[in-house]
């Protein structure tokens, strides 16, 4: 089994900034792809950014394309999300994903955390 924690959100004025963490633990290998998803009130989970296992190839939704950033230390297993410039409707839960596949689709990851709350305020 793989665990995976988020850290990292919060409540944060439009334009501004936050870094949210996943630590992997358990049996958990660093070829493994990780990836970060989303899900605002009301809606379904959509896919927000992955990165594989080299961190060589990342992949983001339209809507994030430019402000954020995934990356991964290898060292501790953990893997970041850096968003720039916040607007409202990136308010939602965020949750990271970690699996074999190469992929934006959440079907195709193994293991979830319990997800971490970002809050943008207008």
């Known amino acids: 089994q793989v665990q995976l924690e988020e850290s990292g959100g919060g409540l944060v004025q439009a334009g501004g900034s936050l870094r949210l963490s996943c630590a992997a633990s358990g049996r958990f290998y660093i070829t493994y792809n990780m990836g970060w998803f989303r899900q605002a009130p009301g809606k379904e989970r959509e896919f927000v950014a992955r990165i594989s296992r080299s961190g060589g190839n990342t992949d983001y939704a339209d809507s994030v394309k430019g402000r954020f950033t995934i990356s991964r230390e290898y060292a501790k297993n953990t893997a970041y999300l850096q968003m720039n410039s916040l607007k409202p409707e990136d308010t939602a839960v965020y949750y990271c994903?970690?699996?074999?596949?190469?992929?934006?689709?959440?079907?195709?990851?193994?293991?979830w955390g319990q997800g971490t709350q970002v809050t943008v305020s207008s």
């Open positions: 994903a970690t699996g074999t596949a190469v992929s934006t689709r959440q079907t195709d990851y193994d293991y």
